[in-house]
C-alpha cells in the first residue's frame, strides 16, 4: 500500500491532468450551456423553447435527424455484410480487403464531397457514361437525379461511405466475442443456416450492433463540413456554422440553445448505447471456449466474397478518385473523365500568391503540437489509471473519454463561448490568434483514442517488469523511461499517428476557429477556395494532398499496430 | 530506447514554440499596408506587384501589402463593427484596428462611413480629376472622399446555350425572361444574405420592376432554382457545367468562366435596360497605422498603372502579369486608349442610360434584403417549390396567383422593418421569423387552394 508521500507526483500529475481537462473541455460545454439559457443577463428558456417551436429550427432537427437516421441503416446495410463474411470464411486476400475497408474511415467526406458532384450529378460523370452506353436517351430530361435537388441524399451516401467501417469493426468483434457452442446448439437442434444467423447469431451481435449505431448516428447528427460542401443547408450544424461564424461580442445565443439541443440528443444517444450494452454484456454468460471455425472459401467463394468487398471499397473510393480528377483537370465538363488534363492547380498551391501552402504549414505546425499534446497527456493519464491507485483516477479516465460522447460542433461551440470578447481567453479567440485554441481543440478531441491506445499498451505489459527494475534500484522516472516506454512505444506511436492525422484533416473546428485567413488551416482553406471560382483547382489539389497525408500516416499506424488498430475505433 | 523519451520532449518543446510563434504572420515591417478585403487571391497578388513597382518608381521606396481576408463582405464589415466598438469603449478608437484600407465591397463602403469606421483620405487632385464623380446618376466616389470607386461592375444572365436549345428555349434576354415556368428546376441562385454581388443582382431587378412586380418575380426566379449556393462565383462555374442552365450574376464572374470554358459552354448577357454600373470602392479606415501609404495605395488605384490592371489582358504591356481580371475601369482613358488590349466588353461612358437607378436606395435596400430573401425563397425553399409547381399544374388561375404574389407589406414598410433589422440581433432574429412565417403561411395556403 502506496504511502501518500510517495503517491504525491501522482496526485499532482492527477490535479495538473484534471485542471486542463476542467479548462478546456468542462468549460466550453458549461459556457455553451449558460450561452443558450442567458440572454441580456438573464436566465431564459426562450431560445430552446424556440429549438422546437420555430419551425426553421424544426425543420433543421429533423433533417439531421433523417440524415443520421438514413446513415445508420445504410452503414448497417454494408457493414452487416462484410462483417458477416470476415468473420465466417477464410479467403484468399481477405487481409488485404479487411484492411482497406478502413481506408474510407480516413478519407474525409469533406473532401470527397466536391468529387461526389462530379460524378452523380445530373450531367455528371454517371449520367454520361449511361448515355454513351446507350442506356440513357440524350434528350434534356434523360439522366437519374441521384442527388436529387435537395442535395439530402447527396449528404448521406457520402456520410454512409465514410462512416460504415466503423460499423464493420465493431460488429466483427462482437462476432468473434459470440461462442460459437451457441450457434452449434442451435445447429444441433435442427435450424437452418439462415435461422441460426437471425435467431442466434445477431442478437447475440447487438452489442457490437449497438455501439457502431451509436457512433455512426451520433456522427452524422452533428456533422459539418459534408452538408456545407453539398449546400444542403436545412440542418441544425449548418445553422449553428451560420449564427457564429460572424465575429460578435455577443454571439446569438439562438445559436447556443440549438448547440444544447445537439449535445443533449447526443449524450441521450451515447448513454442509450452503453446501458443497452451494459444489459447485453451481462447477459453472455460464457466466453468463448474455443475460436470459432472458420470455413475456407472454395474459388467460387473466393470470387463473390472478393467482388463483394471490392465492390464496396470501391464505391467508398469513388468519390475520392472524383476529387483527384478535379485536382488534374483543366476541363470537366459533360464528359466521363475529364479532357484536358493539367499540372497547375498542384503547382498553384505551392504558390505564395495562395492561401494554399500557408494554410498547409499552418496545419502541419497544428497537428504536431497537438500530437505531442496528447501523448505526453494520455501518457499521463493513462499511467495514471493503469498504475497507481490514486483517489480519482475513475473521475480522470471518465473525462478522458468524455469528448467522446460531446460533438466536435459543440466543443468548437464552447470555444467560442469561451473566448468571446471580454473573456480572459480572448486573444486566443478565432478572432484574434487561434493557434493555441486550434492545438487545443484538436488534442482534446483525440485524447480519448490516445488514453486507450495507451491503456491498453499499458495493460499489456506486465508490471512485474517494472517491479523489477525498481527492486534493482531505479527511480521511478527511470523506470519509465527505460522500461515502460520502449514497452509502449509502439501504442504511443499508433496513437499518435492517428491524433496527427485527425487533427490534419479535422473539419468543424477547423471551419469554426479559424477566423483570420492566416491562420486558416487545410480544411478551412479548403472551404474558402471552393467559394472562390479561380481558386477551386486549388482546393482539389490541396484535397489530394491531404488525403495522401492521411493515407501514409494511417498505413504507418496499421504496420504498427496490426490488428489491434481495430480496437482503438470501438466504443 | 532513448530516442522515444528526447521524441516526446521534444515535441512538447517544440509544441510550445508553435503556440508562441503564432501563425504564418508577416513580419511587422515599417514599409507595409495592411487592407482588409473580399477580392480574391488574383486580384490580390497582381495589385500587390503593380503596386510595389509604381511606389518605387514614384516614392522612390518599395512597400508590401499585407492582405487580411476574413471571408466574405459581410464577415469583414461585422468584425470591422466590433473590433472598433471595442477600440472605442477603451477609449482607442483613434488609435485604430490595425488595419489601413478596406478595398471592395459595394455598398457596404456606404454603410461603413455612416457608422464611422471611415475617415475622408486626401488625394491629389489631378488624379481625381480624370475620373468623373459620377455617371448615369449613380456616384462613383463620396462627395466627401470617404470612399473611392476603383472599378465599376455590372449585373446580368449568365446561360448555357445548347441546354436551353435542347428544351426549345431561347436564351434569356431580360430577367423576367428567368421567371418563365419552363425554367423550373434549371437555374441556380446564390444565396443573397452572405454574397454581396448576388444581393446586387436582385437589387437590380427591384429597380427595374419596382418592389409590386419585382418581389414576386424574384420569388418565381427563385421557385425554378435547381440549386442554391453561398458564393456568387459557384454560379457560373455549374452552369458552364451543365446540371444548370442558366443564373445570375455579377460579369466578372460570367467572362472569366467564358474565357475558362469556352463561348460554345457559356454566355453572359446583360439585360438590356435592365441593369446599371455599380461602384466597386476603396476606403481608409479610421485610425489607420500607415495612413500616408494607405493614401498612396488609393492614390495607385485610382492612377492610370493602376486603373489598366483591372481591363488589360494578363501579359500585355501595362496589364496584369498572369492574372486577367474582368473589371470595368472607373478611369475613362483606359477605355480609348487601351483599346485593343481590352478583356471587357462594355463601354460604360459610350453607352446611353440603362437603368435609372437609386444608388441611395439601394445603399439602404442592401443592408436588409439579402435577410428578407433568405427569409422567404431560401429557408421555405421546399415550400415555395410546390407551391410554384402546384400554380403551373393548375394554368396559373387568378386567385392562386394573387396570393403568390402577396406581399409582406409596401415597399416603405419593409425599409422601416429593414432598418431595425439592421441594427439589432434580436430584432433580426424577431423580423426574419416575421416574414419566413407570413411567406410560409402564403405559401401553404398556395397549396391548399390547388386541392
Redesign the interface.
Known amino acids: 500500500m502506496a504511502s501518500s508521500r510517495r503517491q504525491l507526483p501522482a496526485y499532482i500529475l492527477a490535479a495538473v491532468a484534471m485542471a486542463f481537462l476542467a479548462l478546456f473541455l468542462l468549460w466550453p460545454i458549461a459556457a455553451t450551456l449558460r450561452a443558450g439559457f442567458v440572454?441580456d443577463g438573464q436566465i431564459t428558456v426562450r431560445y430552446i423553447v424556440n429549438a422546437f417551436t420555430?419551425?426553421?429550427y424544426t425543420a433543421g432537427l429533423r433533417n439531421s435527424f433523417a440524415i443520421a437516421i438514413a446513415t445508420t441503416l445504410a452503414s448497417m446495410v454494408l457493414g452487416i455484410p462484410l462483417a458477416v463474411v470476415a468473420n465466417r470464411f477464410r479467403f484468399a486476400g481477405k487481409r488485404l480487403w479487411t484492411a482497406l475497408i478502413l481506408v474510407p474511415m480516413i478519407l474525409p467526406p469533406f473532401v470527397g464531397a466536391i468529387g461526389l458532384k462530379n460524378l452523380l450529378?445530373?450531367?455528371?460523370s454517371v449520367n454520361i457514361l449511361l448515355q454513351h452506353l446507350g442506356i440513357l436517351g440524350t434528350?434534356?430530361n434523360d439522366y437519374i437525379d441521384f442527388l436529387g435537388?435537395?442535395g439530402f441524399w447527396g449528404v448521406v451516401i457520402m456520410e454512409t461511405l465514410h462512416l460504415y467501417p466503423i460499423m464493420f469493426l465493431n460488429l466483427q468483434a462482437a462476432l468473434a466475442n459470440i461462442d460459437p457452442a451457441m450457434e452449434e446448439s442451435a445447429r444441433n437442434l435442427g435450424a437452418g443456416s439462415w435461422r441460426t444467423f437471425w435467431r442466434i447469431t445477431l442478437p447475440l451481435a447487438r452489442p457490437g450492433l449497438f455501439a457502431g449505431s451509436t457512433i455512426v448516428f451520433i456522427w452524422s447528427f452533428t456533422e459539418l463540413g459534408t452538408p456545407l460542401m453539398l449546400?444542403y443547408?436545412?440542418v441544425t450544424s449548418v445553422q449553428v456554422f451560420n449564427f457564429l461564424?460572424?465575429?460578435?461580442?455577443?454571439p446569438?445565443p439562438?445559436a447556443f440553445a440549438l448547440v444544447v439541443v445537439l449535445l443533449a440528443v447526443s449524450a441521450g444517444a451515447y448513454l442509450v448505447g452503453k446501458v443497452l450494452l451494459g444489459q447485453r454484456a451481462a447477459a453472455m454468460t460464457s466466453k468463448a471456449t474455443r475460436a470459432s471455425d472458420q470455413r475456407s472459401l472454395g474459388p467460387l467463394g473466393t470470387v463473390m466474397a472478393t467482388f463483394l468487398f471490392a465492390l464496396v471499397t470501391f464505391l467508398a473510393v469513388l468519390p475520392h478518385i472524383g476529387v483527384v480528377l478535379d485536382s488534374v483537370a483543366r476541363?470537366w465538363?459533360?464528359s466521363v473523365l475529364p479532357t484536358d488534363y493539367t499540372a497547375s492547380h498542384y503547382v498553384n498551391a505551392m504558390d505564395p500568391?495562395?492561401?494554399a501552402l500557408?494554410s498547409i504549414?499552418?496545419s502541419l505546425?497544428?497537428a504536431?503540437?497537438?500530437?505531442?499534446?496528447d501523448?505526453?497527456l494520455g501518457?499521463v493519464i493513462a499511467w495514471l489509471i493503469v498504475r497507481t491507485t490514486i483517489r480519482g483516477r475513475t473521475l480522470l479516465d471518465t473525462l478522458a473519454m468524455l469528448p467522446l460522447a460531446v460533438p466536435g460542433l459543440v466543443m468548437a461551440a464552447g470555444y467560442i463561448a469561451i473566448t468571446r470578447?471580454g473573456s480572459p481567453l480572448e486573444a486566443i479567440g478565432p478572432?484574434r490568434?487561434p493557434?493555441?485554441l486550434l492545438?487545443i481543440a484538436y488534442s482534446v478531441r483525440r485524447l480519448p483514442y490516445m488514453v486507450r491506445s495507451t491503456v491498453a499498451g499499458l495493460q499489456q505489459t506486465s508490471v512485474d517488469l517494472e517491479e523489477a527494475a525498481r527492486n534493482l534500484g531505479a527511480t521511478p522516472l527511470h523506470t519509465v523511461?527505460k522500461i515502460t516506454?520502449?514497452l509502449i512505444?509502439a501504442n504511443?506511436i499508433a496513437g499518435g499517428l492517428l491524433c496527427f492525422s485527425f487533427a490534419m484533416l479535422e473539419v468543424s473546428d477547423s471551419l469554426m476557429l479559424a477566423?483570420?485567413?492566416?491562420?486558416y488551416p487545410i480544411t478551412k482553406a479548403i472551404y474558402?477556395m471552393m467559394?472562390?471560382?479561380?481558386?477551386?483547382g486549388i482546393a482539389t489539389a490541396m484535397g489530394v494532398l491531404g488525403m495522401v497525408l492521411l493515407t501514409a500516416t494511417i498505413v504507418g499506424a496499421s504496420l504498427l499496430l496490426g490488428r489491434r488498430l481495430g480496437a482503438i475505433f470501438r466504443v | 530506447?532513448?530516442l522515444?523519451?528526447a521524441m516526446?520532449a521534444a515535441?512538447?518543446v517544440?509544441?510550445l514554440w508553435?503556440?508562441c510563434?503564432?501563425?504564418?504572420?508577416a513580419a511587422e515591417s515599417a514599409d507595409v499596408v495592411v487592407i482588409i478585403s473580399p477580392h480574391?487571391?488574383?486580384i490580390?497578388?497582381e495589385f500587390s506587384k503593380a503596386f510595389r513597382t509604381w511606389h518605387q518608381t514614384k516614392y522612390g521606396k518599395p512597400v508590401d501589402i499585407k492582405?487580411?481576408?476574413?471571408?466574405g463582405t459581410?464577415?469583414i464589415l461585422?468584425?470591422l463593427v466590433?473590433?472598433y466598438?471595442?477600440a472605442d469603449q477603451r477609449g482607442e478608437g483613434d488609435k485604430g484596428v490595425g488595419v489601413d484600407l478596406f478595398f471592395g465591397g459595394g455598398p457596404a463602403h456606404a454603410e461603413a462611413k455612416d457608422k464611422g469606421l471611415t475617415i475622408p483620405a486626401n488625394i491629389p487632385d489631378d488624379v481625381l480629376a480624370r475620373i468623373p464623380a459620377d455617371l448615369h446618376g449613380v456616384r462613383l466616389r463620396d462627395p466627401e472622399n470617404y470612399w473611392f470607386g476603383t472599378a465599376m461592375s455590372s449585373f446580368g444572365i449568365i446561360y448555357y446555350a445548347d441546354?436551353l436549345k435542347?428544351?426549345s428555349l431561347a436564351p434569356p434576354q431580360r430577367w423576367a425572361d428567368l421567371a418563365d415556368p419552363r425554367y423550373v428546376?434549371r437555374l441556380i441562385l446564390a444565396d443573397g444574405s452572405k454574397s454581396g454581388s448576388a444581393r446586387a443582382c436582385y437589387e437590380m431587378v427591384l429597380q427595374k420592376y419596382g418592389w409590386e412586380k419585382g418581389l414576386p418575380l424574384l420569388l418565381r426566379i427563385s421557385a425554378n432554382t435547381?440549386?442554391?449556393?453561398?458564393?456568387s462565383?459557384?454560379v457560373?462555374?455549374e452552369v458552364?457545367?451543365?446540371?444548370v442552365l442558366a443564373g445570375m450574376c455579377i460579369d466578372f464572374?460570367g467572362y472569366?468562366?467564358i474565357d475558362q470554358?469556352g463561348a460554345d459552354?457559356a454566355n453572359f448577357v446583360l439585360p438590356a435596360g435592365e441593369t446599371a454600373i455599380a461602384p466597386d470602392p476603396i476606403s481608409l479606415l479610421r485610425g489607420a497605422p500607415h495612413r500616408e501609404l494607405a493614401e498612396h495605395f488609393i492614390e495607385f488605384c485610382l492612377s492610370e498603372p493602376g486603373q489598366r490592371l483591372w481591363a488589360l489582358r494578363a501579359g500585355t504591356e501595362g496589364g496584369p502579369i498572369k492574372?486577367s481580371l474582368y473589371r470595368l475601369p472607373v478611369l475613362p482613358d483606359i477605355y480609348t486608349k487601351y483599346e485593343k488590349d481590352l478583356v471587357v466588353y462594355s463601354r460604360p461612358f459610350a453607352q446611353a442610360e440603362g437603368l435609372t437607378y437609386d444608388q441611395a436606395k439601394a445603399t439602404q435596400r442592401s443592408r436588409w434584403l439579402g435577410w428578407l430573401l433568405k427569409s422567404a425563397c431560401?429557408?421555405n425553399?421546399?415550400i415555395l417549390?410546390q407551391a410554384y409547381k402546384a400554380m403551373i399544374d393548375a394554368n396559373m388561375p387568378p386567385a392562386m396567383v394573387a396570393e403568390f404574389d402577396k406581399l409582406p407589406g409596401d415597399e416603405a414598410t419593409a425599409f422601416d422593418l429593414g432598418a431595425k433589422l439592421a441594427d439589432s440581433?434580436?430584432q433580426r432574429?424577431d423580423i426574419t421569423?416575421q416574414w419566413?412565417?407570413f411567406f410560409?403561411t402564403k405559401y401553404q395556403t398556395v397549396i391548399r387552394m390547388a386541392k
Not at chain 1, 467559394?531 to 477551386?536: E, H, L, P, R
Not at chain 2, 510563434?21 to 504572420?25: A, L
Not at chain 2, 435547381?226 to 458564393?231: G, I, K, P
Open positions: 440572454a420555430d419551425e426553421r450529378d445530373i450531367r455528371g434528350g434534356p435537388a435537395s449546400h443547408w436545412n461564424r460572424l465575429e460578435s461580442a455577443t446569438d439562438q476541363v465538363v459533360g500568391d495562395y492561401a500557408p504549414v499552418n505546425k497544428y504536431v503540437a497537438a500530437t505531442a499534446l501523448v505526453a501518457l470578447a478572432w490568434n493557434t493555441w492545438i523511461r516506454l520502449p512505444a504511443i477566423g483570420d485567413q492566416a491562420y474558402s467559394s472562390i471560382a479561380d481558386t477551386v | 530506447m532513448k522515444l523519451p516526446i515535441c512538447i517544440m509544441a508553435i503556440g510563434g503564432g501563425g504564418t504572420s480574391n487571391p488574383h490580390q497578388s492582405w487580411r481576408d476574413l471571408g459581410v464577415q461585422q468584425s466590433s473590433d466598438a471595442a441546354g435542347q428544351l428546376g435547381r440549386q442554391l449556393v453561398e458564393s462565383s459557384t457560373p462555374r458552364a457545367k451543365g446540371s464572374y472569366s468562366q470554358v459552354k492574372h431560401i429557408d425553399q421546399d417549390r440581433q434580436t432574429d421569423k419566413y412565417d410560409r
